[in-house]
């Protein structure tokens, strides 16, 4: 699981050591993300399966891509699909995607790249592996997270960020235990390069075998903690979580989670993939890949699809083989 990383995480700022008053946040659920298939077939968890969309909120769906390992031909993504309404962020961890879309954003994310897509207003958007993928095959891990947007900002005008993994401001904890990679918002006043409509915070932490974290939390935001890879616990009672499952979190200052001291051969140590954002509190009514707050919003979005404008497809459009379709 390679990300971003760096040689010697003790050259990188350090958290500070929490205040004696910091309450750490209650773990209130912990969920299972069922399997399933998103696209043309390729393999997905859905993370958020199961928990209550106000817990959630200001996110709307999040699905772990892989991790997969793919013979020559295997590789699958996504056909044209429309968007309204949202943002996609989209976390490459291992492997490499390819992205275009009708507003003429699009590029190529690879090792600890996140595509960030405000469909705001609309687009047509594809997502496939490039060709060299498909024809060698080989491994594919990443995320793609839906966050809402409010009222105000559905209608803006689409846009796209390209944000490299080596954008991302990286720390680690006092004893050097754990990377932290902050992609959006700000930990401990080191700020990611993801500009959002809502404040968010999302970081992406890799926990060695043994350590533990007190990671500071922005007390008006939620707190999602879903474990992309290997064995530990969150809270101050421990609970235990592994691959695939979701901690959500209650009030407080601060996060805690450790490592287990031993970990399956293949993932080395806990990686985990951590949410928050301030609560949007507005009505949603969303189907398939729009997201709005109204039954009559999204009438008028499929009608805008099927009338065209939402855009068109662009001419050198990357390749499409045809599948399954978007996600429903």
């Given at each position: 699981?390679?990300?971003?990383?760096?040689?010697?995480?003790?050259?990188?700022?350090?958290?500070?050591?929490?205040?004696?008053?910091?309450?750490?946040?209650?773990?209130?659920?912990?969920?299972?993300?069922?399997?399933?298939f998103e696209g043309e077939g390729f393999?997905?968890?859905?993370?958020?399966?199961?928990?209550?969309?106000?817990?959630?909120?200001?996110?709307?769906?999040?699905?772990?891509?892989?991790?997969?390992?793919?013979?020559?031909?295997?590789?699958?993504?996504?056909?044209?699909?429309?968007?309204?309404?949202?943002?996609?962020?989209?976390?490459?961890?291992?492997?490499?995607?390819?992205?275009?879309?009708?507003?003429?954003?699009?590029?190529?994310?690879?090792?600890?790249?996140?595509?960030?897509?405000?469909?705001?207003?609309?687009?047509?958007?594809?997502?496939?592996?490039?060709?060299?993928?498909?024809?060698?095959?080989?491994?594919?891990?990443?995320?793609?997270?839906?966050?809402?947007?409010?009222?105000?900002?559905?209608?803006?005008?689409?846009?796209?960020?390209?944000?490299?993994?080596?954008?991302?401001?990286?720390?680690?904890?006092?004893?050097?235990?754990?990377?932290?990679?902050?992609?959006?918002?700000?930990?401990?006043?080191?700020?990611?390069?993801?500009?959002?409509?809502?404040?968010?915070?999302?970081?992406?932490?890799?926990?060695?075998?043994?350590?533990?974290?007190?990671?500071?939390?922005?007390?008006?935001?939620?707190?999602?903690?879903?474990v992309l890879g290997g064995r530990g616990?969150?809270?101050?009672?421990?609970?235990?979580?592994?691959?695939?499952?979701?901690?959500?979190?209650?009030?407080?200052?601060?996060?805690?989670?450790?490592?287990?001291?031993?970990?399956?051969?293949?993932?080395?140590?806990?990686?985990?993939?951590?949410?928050?954002?301030?609560?949007?509190?507005?009505?949603?009514?969303?189907?398939?890949?729009?997201?709005?707050?109204?039954?009559?919003?999204?009438?008028?979005?499929?009608?805008?699809?099927?009338?065209?404008?939402?855009?068109?497809?662009?001419?050198?459009?990357?390749?499409?083989?045809?599948?399954?379709?978007?996600?429903?």
């Open positions: 699981m390679p990300a971003i990383t760096v040689d010697n995480v003790l050259v990188l700022p350090r958290l500070p050591k929490l205040d004696e008053s910091a309450k750490i946040r209650p773990v209130r659920t912990v969920t299972t993300a069922p399997s399933g393999p997905v968890r859905r993370a958020f399966a199961g928990v209550p969309t106000t817990d959630l909120d200001p996110f709307i769906h999040l699905d772990q891509m892989g991790e997969v390992d793919y013979a020559p031909g295997e590789p699958k993504g996504t056909p044209w699909h429309p968007h309204r309404g949202f943002e996609t962020v989209t976390y490459i961890i291992d492997g490499v995607f390819d992205h275009q879309d009708s507003n003429g954003g699009g590029g190529t994310i690879t090792d600890g790249d996140t595509q960030w897509m405000t469909a705001g207003s609309g687009l047509l958007h594809i997502e496939a592996p490039p060709e060299h993928l498909v024809t060698s095959g080989g491994l594919f891990h990443g995320t793609q997270l839906w966050v809402n947007l409010p009222r105000s900002a559905k209608m803006n005008p689409p846009r796209y960020q390209d944000i490299r993994g080596r954008e991302s401001a990286l720390l680690t904890t006092p004893d050097g235990g754990a990377l932290i990679r902050v992609i959006a918002g700000e930990v401990a006043g080191h700020r990611g390069p993801g500009s959002t409509f809502t404040p968010i915070t999302i970081t992406h932490v890799t926990v060695q075998p043994g350590a533990q974290v007190d990671l500071p939390w922005q007390p008006e935001f939620n707190a999602l903690v879903y616990t969150v809270g101050t009672d421990r609970r235990p979580v592994r691959t695939g499952q979701l901690a959500v979190h209650g009030a407080g200052d601060a996060l805690r989670f450790g490592a287990d001291t031993t970990q399956d051969s293949n993932t080395p140590a806990l990686d985990l993939y951590i949410m928050g954002g301030q609560p949007i509190r507005e009505p949603v009514a969303q189907y398939g890949p729009f997201v709005m707050n109204t039954r009559d919003e999204l009438i008028q979005a499929f009608e805008d699809f099927q009338a065209g404008r939402l855009g068109v497809i662009p001419t050198g459009r990357l390749p499409h083989t045809g599948g399954q379709g978007a996600r429903p």
